[in-house]
């Protein structure tokens, strides 16, 4: 049989499916129907249970959480639905006590993590407007001055975002010249020591807990009102890399945007104070995190895009380098 990152999304779907139901019922739910929503980065599946209850289940098939994470993940989901205004899912905890289920099967080639939440009503924001940009610059403000206050209890532990793969294993630079343009290794390497003493940089504030993924694919829109999920890469960082993360998806979007997002995070907090070049620097880092996690993912799709988005990074990279200006348009 063929590895499961060898096959198409439909495949690899169909062998998660039963995976995803197995772990919604160690986490103690009665799964009456179960539903794919999303495979890409993880796995999304609605399970609507037997008392018409609506989760979402996940199914970690490239998350590198740790189950000590995930517990420190859900235990901020927890404590910013109960002392803050912030919209979260609440994570599902198993009879036993456990925030996550490990599930094997005899057709994967490894054990998969499997958690769940409530389901957010609403639908994804995807491309924000200007009120929901403005909103998210709220909401994550409203984080960060939760986050001021709070860290994971004794045990449990989050990562630590001090570079700019975030701890993941350096592929990039391990990519051979017939793998990149005439010019790329030196464009990428370039790339990332500028990135490195940005966070070097940015890394001199107090780190808090970040989302470390406020972007409009993680965020719901229900009644006027803005919902955050997927704390997945949560971790510590600076207030400054959140902000970064969102102003990399928002960049070039719409005219105000960028600005919005601002209004709304110094509507609650200051902004981080930090060189502009810094924060440009930090912006650009996003590109390098994602050509990396797309070289090392097992989804389909996502590996399916990854050569071209390589390339794409690499223009990005080489115009940013040679502008000071990060942009998405190229």
Known sequence: MARYADLDAESQIALLRPVAATGAMLLGLEVAAITP???????TFRVRTSERLDFAVRVLTNSLSTPPELEAQHAWMHALARETTVLVPNPVTGPDGASCAVVEDEALERPFTVVAATWLAGEDIGEPSLQQTHELGVTMATMH?????????????????????????????????KDLPDGGAQVLEAAFERAQ?????????DPLVVHGDLHGGNLKWHLDELAVFDFDDSGFGTAALDLAISTFYLRDEFEGAEA???????????LPDLDPEVFEALIASRQLLLAN???????ASLRADAQNYLLISIA???????????????
Do not use: C, K
Request: charged letters at 20%; proline letters at 4%.
């Open 145 to 177: 001055n939760h986050a001021t206050g709070w860290s994971p209890a004794d045990g449990d532990l989050l990562p630590i975002f001090d570079e700019p793969l975030f701890g993941d294993e350096d592929l990039l630079a391990s990519l051979t010249e």
């Open 316 to 330: 990005r990279l080489q115009h940013w380098l040679s502008t000071g200006r990060f942009t998405r348009t190229l």
């Open 260 to 270: 919005g997002l601002r209004q709304g995070y110094m509507a609650m907090r200051d």
């Open 37 to 43: 929503v999303h495979h890409g980065y993880n796995t």
């Open 197 to 205: 003493l940005a966070f070097d940089e940015a890394f001199r504030s």
């Open 293 to 299: 996690a797309l070289l090392a993912s097992s989804t």
